[in-house]
Nanobody, 125 residues
Framework: QLQFVESGGGLMQPGGSLRLSCVAT????????IGWFRQAPGKEREGVSC???????DYVDSVNGRFTISRDDAKNTVYLEMNNLKPEDTALYYC???????????????????WGQGTQVTVSS
């Protein structure tokens, strides 16, 4: 079963940058669209970005132009480059296999997936 380990989070000042990594185990990542999600305290989990097997990408409006998703199938890894961080980006970040960005229901987590532990991103001065 496809599982993920997220890393790269930390405490950053507003305007700073971080790169999150999502390493997949249990299956070959090249067959899946992969998305990053985040959950802030007291809020619902929201989709941030996703990338298809052909590297088509999609972003939520609040991060468009600041975050970049990429994938390295040889390393079974997906990355999220986060620039110009804002306090509202503070959340626990997760990755998961998703529907493709081109699907009518785009970047939705696949049924039955296992969520990892996530990696905490805190943006504060």
């Amino acid at each position: 079963q496809l599982q993920f380990v997220e890393s790269g989070g930390g405490l950053m000042q507003p305007g700073g940058s971080l790169r999150l990594s999502c390493v997949a185990t249990g299956s070959d990542l090249r067959y899946y669209s992969i998305g990053w999600f985040r959950q802030a305290p007291g809020k619902e989990r929201e989709g941030v970005s996703c990338v298809s097997t052909t590297r088509k990408t999609d972003y939520v409006d609040s991060v468009n132009g600041r975050f970049t998703i990429s994938r390295d199938d040889a390393k079974n890894t997906v990355y999220l480059e986060m620039n110009n961080l804002k306090p509202e980006d503070t959340a626990l970040y997760y990755c998961a296999a998703t529907t493709p960005p081109s699907a009518p229901a785009k970047c939705v987590p696949l049924a039955g997936i296992s969520w990892g532990q996530g990696t905490q991103v805190t943006v504060s001065s």
